[in-house]
């Protein structure tokens, strides 16, 4: 992170997740991916607080744009943390596992490109 401000964000908000305040913290996630869009760090949380909601129908929304962007712009190493998370929570969304082969083919690892492209064409649309 190395912003003093991210790490006073993240840790206000991991306390408010940790506290079961699931909407302050997902307020607190929103309005700093607002200010920071290009930090992985909101996105993160807001998984974490739908992941504790069961409310894994937003993922993909949220995830697979900012994952394409940062696969886009030459931050595909930050797209791959972002998707290996996403499915983690929603290992059903198969536009993540879409979007997670097409990252592995970018870093050159064809088995998990395989695996990942594989598991977008078996599941269900969340």
Same mark, same amino acid.
């Given at each position: 992170? *190395?912003?003093p401000?991210?790490?006073?964000?993240?840790?206000?908000?991991?306390?408010?997740?940790?506290?079961g305040?699931?909407?302050?913290?997902?307020?607190?996630? &929103?309005?700093?991916?607002?200010?920071?869009?290009?930090?992985?760090?909101?996105?993160?949380?807001?998984?974490?607080?739908?992941?504790?909601?069961?409310?894994?129908?937003?993922?993909?929304?949220?995830?697979?744009?900012?994952?394409?962007?940062?696969l886009?712009?030459?931050?595909?190493?930050?797209?791959?943390?972002?998707?290996?998370?996403a499915?983690?929570?929603?290992?059903?969304?198969?536009?993540?596992? *879409? &979007?997670?082969?097409?990252?592995?083919?970018?870093?050159?690892?064809?088995?998990?490109?395989?695996?990942?492209?594989?598991?977008?064409?078996?599941?269900?649309?969340?």
């Amino acid at each position: 992170m *190395g912003d003093p401000t991210a790490e006073s964000k993240a840790e206000a908000a991991a306390a408010l997740l940790a506290s079961g305040r699931l909407d302050e913290a997902e307020e607190l996630y &929103l309005a700093w991916l607002g200010a920071s869009p290009q930090a992985i760090e909101p996105y993160l949380g807001l998984l974490e607080v739908w992941s504790a909601r069961g409310a894994l129908e937003r993922v993909p929304r949220l995830v697979v744009p900012a994952g394409r962007r940062w696969l886009e712009s030459g931050r595909a190493e930050t797209a791959l943390r972002l998707l290996e998370s996403a499915v983690a929570a929603a290992p059903d969304c198969r536009d993540c596992w *879409g &979007l997670l082969g097409r990252i592995r083919i970018e870093l050159r690892d064809y088995l998990a490109a395989e695996e990942a492209l594989e598991r977008a064409l078996a599941g269900d649309r969340p």
